[in-house]
């Protein structure tokens, strides 16, 4: 009677870690986010800050203006003047030594995941790597071409094996395209399969809702 009190206690205290801790720290950051937005609204002249006029502070307000200030930004990027400021811009960033390494990748990052999401990731792969009998999760981007291709002595394909926990990172393969095995799983479960080091995984996510909380 008593391990089955504290088998059950046990499984309730887990569950409701699981649904109390990931929603405070969501509710948390959220908050810290909507707050350093809103010290944005600090670095704008007195006249045009909005509590000047208004008889208490609104959370929130400078989330607005972040919005509005990227949006425009973006407007004045896309026409021909705007073209050549941000070129001149990232020419000129282009040219200081520590902040260059941070700013160009960064920003390739961002065109790259931005522009196309996930659309050049054609699917997701397994491979043998990093040696015989060892497998790793990457994503097949296309088929090599040039140079690459004309002196391999196979057919050869592109794939992307990002890191764990950071998948914005990773190494550029060039393998044998018998070698790969093709996977059935989206790309965005095996990211989420990669972030995690294999903790969360769509099968064992499916196995989990069906079979209920742990005892």
């Not at 699917?123 to 097949?140: A, C, D, Q, T």
């Not at 990172?169 to 060039?174: C, E, I, V």
């Amino acid at each position: 009677m008593i391990k089955k009190l504290k088998a059950g206690f046990k499984r309730y205290f887990i569950t409701g870690l699981l649904v109390v801790v990931p929603l405070y720290l969501t509710v948390n950051i959220f908050g810290l986010i909507v707050g350093y937005m809103d010290t944005m609204l600090k670095y704008l002249p007195e006249p045009l800050q909005p509590d000047t006029y208004l008889p208490f502070h609104i959370p929130g307000l400078g989330v607005i203006f972040t919005i509005g200030v990227i949006f425009l930004m973006g407007l004045l990027a896309t026409n021909l003047l705007g073209k050549k400021l941000v070129e001149i811009g990232d020419g000129i960033l282009a040219r200081i030594p520590l902040f260059k390494g941070i700013y160009k990748p960064i920003k390739q990052l961002l065109e790259t995941f931005l522009a196309t999401g996930y659309s050049d990731f054609r699917r997701v792969v397994l491979i043998e790597f990093p040696s015989r009998g060892m497998y790793s999760v990457g994503f097949l981007t296309g088929v090599a071409a040039g140079e690459v291709q004309a002196k391999t002595a196979e057919k050869v394909v592109n794939v992307f094996l990002p890191t764990t926990p950071n998948p914005t990172t990773g190494f550029y393969l060039l393998i044998p395209e018998k070698d790969i095995i093709p996977l059935d799983m989206s790309v965005e479960d095996a990211f989420k399969l990669i972030i995690t080091g294999g903790m969360v995984s769509p099968e064992k996510a499916k196995a989990e809702n069906i079979a209920g909380p742990k005892a």
